[in-house]
């Protein structure tokens, strides 16, 4: 595997080489679902779909582990906030969170652990740290991590303790030896719901906000897994106290660690706090989900994506040069069975941008080159051509989850706009023009046979020709899709005259104008 990707904590592009020969494991910190989903929130995991994605093109088992964080102080502010129980509010958001992941067409974890349901490998992990010396009680029922008992603590993040902020963990503060310790287990407050705290050695209250991954990766990935990823923002506190509490307990962890950056508006970073989010669902009334889906996905991981009046009008115009190109050439064509290629399969530049940190820009830049190359063999009425560019189009495009002719996204019927229909009726007409021009050329040369059987084909394409004292006329047996006949022009254009090409293939070669689709 050649693949090279960007470790925050090596701040470096590295090789990635799989921890076990075959296999990789992922574990991905998902939403706290406090909220509907943003496109800020929707970022991780899409940009996370193409890398899963990738890996599976080397011939890879992918674990992937995606959690959910259902017990936090939002969720229950949320709940005091609404008048709900704090589990219904979890429930709602987290419905509308899965909602919106199959919306864009993203690929489902291995597992999906929520906090909730790992209560008990929370607790046992608190108590390996207490007894490793790690952690200690404030004798009120919380417990809290010494972030000096840990020698690597701040090595993610590349900052020395001394030079870190104060923790924030909310009124329990007081007990803790040191400002800068996190929690790894709060006490139920007063007020707080009964069903909201769970029993533990040190009495009733639930795990903090970091305890959870550390547990849940280590219960469905072991001591030590390949890659953990999340938003940039997570580098500090979370991912920094995850590792350092993994650590504690003596496991290896993560080794390697890979960050997206923020979808941001006016240079700032999407937060509910400061009222600049963009919920999928209004977006949805702007664009299809593939056009937002595209906007996510065809930028670097690492790079920002600045949101702005023009996102959404660019990548529709990218997304519908690609899917328009592999509509119209699967008519002319058949779809392939197949659009699973390997990296030996596809075109090199595309490799290559992929296995350098998921440059998913010069990747699509490959994609569109082929495009112009499907283009061209569809003027020279080169099937092969059509066919062998179509593959990798789809294929392509299939790695970064946008394949357009998949079946999430061809229910969606995305590519269906007035402009296109016309360009599409356009394309159709031309060759039905090319067909006429060919059976005029014969009945010239008094080849009556083949005459007939160019207006038998295209009765059976739902055309009716007729043979006029002013010309030819060609009408519609039906009202049909311009793509159906499109197809069925190309079926009878491509087809050899038998025996040898005679006049219509030389009528053909010699002239006639095709306007671009």
């Not at 290896?252 to 508006?265: G, I, R, Y």
């Not at 702007?286 to 009046?309: C, D, K, N, T």
């Amino acid at each position: 595997m050649d693949l090279r990707l960007y470790d925050s904590k090596a701040a470096a592009v590295v090789p990635f080489e799989p921890l076990k020969e075959g296999e990789v494991s992922i574990y991905l910190c998902g939403p706290t679902v406090q909220g509907s989903p943003h496109i800020g929130h929707l970022r991780a995991a899409a940009s996370f779909d193409v890398l899963i994605r990738w890996l599976e093109r080397q011939g890879v088992d992918v674990t992937y582990v995606r959690n959910v964080t259902d017990i936090d102080d939002k969720i229950l502010a949320r709940a005091e906030e609404t008048g709900m129980e704090w589990w219904a509010v979890a429930q709602k958001y987290e419905r509308e969170f899965q909602d919106a992941y199959k919306t864009l067409g993203l690929k489902e974890p291995t597992i999906e652990p929520r906090a909730t349901g790992h209560i008990p490998d929370q607790i046992e992990l608190v108590e390996r740290l207490i007894e490793r010396g790690h952690a200690y009680t404030d004798g009120e029922g919380s417990v809290y991590f010494d972030v000096f008992s840990q020698p690597d603590y701040g090595s993610l993040t590349h900052q020395s303790p001394n030079d870190m902020l104060d923790s924030q963990d909310g009124d329990n503060a007081a007990g803790k030896k040191d400002p800068r310790d996190f929690a790894l287990w709060k006490a139920r407050k007063e007020g707080e719901p009964e069903t909201a705290s769970w029993p533990s050695p040190w009495g009733k209250g639930r795990p903090a906000w970091h305890l959870e991954c550390s547990a849940m990766s280590h219960r469905y990935l072991g001591e030590a897994f390949d890659i953990h990823g999340g938003g940039i923002d997570l580098r500090f506190p979370h991912h920094e106290n995850e590792q350092a509490q993994s650590h504690g307990a003596g496991w290896d962890f993560a080794n390697l660690w890979v960050h997206n950056a923020w979808v941001t508006t006016k240079g700032e970073k999407m937060s509910k706090s400061i009222g600049n989010t963009l919920a999928l669902e209004s977006l949805l009334e702007q664009a299809s989900a593939a056009v937002i889906r595209f906007a996510l996905s065809s930028v670097h991981h690492r790079s920002a994506i600045e949101w702005g009046p023009e996102t959404l009008t660019q990548a529709q115009a990218n997304w519908e040069k690609i899917a328009r190109f592999v509509l119209e050439a699967g008519a002319l064509v058949g779809q392939p069975e197949s659009v699973f290629l390997g990296p030996e399969d596809l075109p090199s530049d595309f490799v290559e941008a992929m296995n350098a940190d998921l440059n998913v820009s010069k990747a699509l830049a490959v994609v569109h080159a082929h495009v112009k190359a499907g283009r061209a063999a569809m003027l020279a009425l080169d099937r092969e051509g059509v066919e062998r560019e179509l593959l990798l189009v789809r294929s392509m495009m299939d790695v970064l989850g946008l394949d357009p002719a998949s079946k999430v996204w061809m229910a969606e019927q995305p590519f269906h706009s007035t402009e296109l229909a016309d360009e599409q009726a356009a394309v159709a007409a031309t060759l039905l023009e090319v067909i006429l021009g060919i059976r005029e050329a014969v009945r010239r040369q008094h080849d009556w046979g083949e005459s007939d059987r160019i207006r038998d084909r295209l009765a059976a394409a739902g055309i009716v020709v007729e043979d006029r004292p002013g010309g030819v006329t060609w009408t519609p047996k039906e009202r049909r899709e311009h793509l159906e006949r499109l197809a069925k022009a190309w079926e009878i254009l491509s087809e050899p005259k038998p025996g040898d090409e005679g006049p219509a293939v030389k009528e053909l070669e010699g002239g006639g104008e095709t306007n671009e689709g």
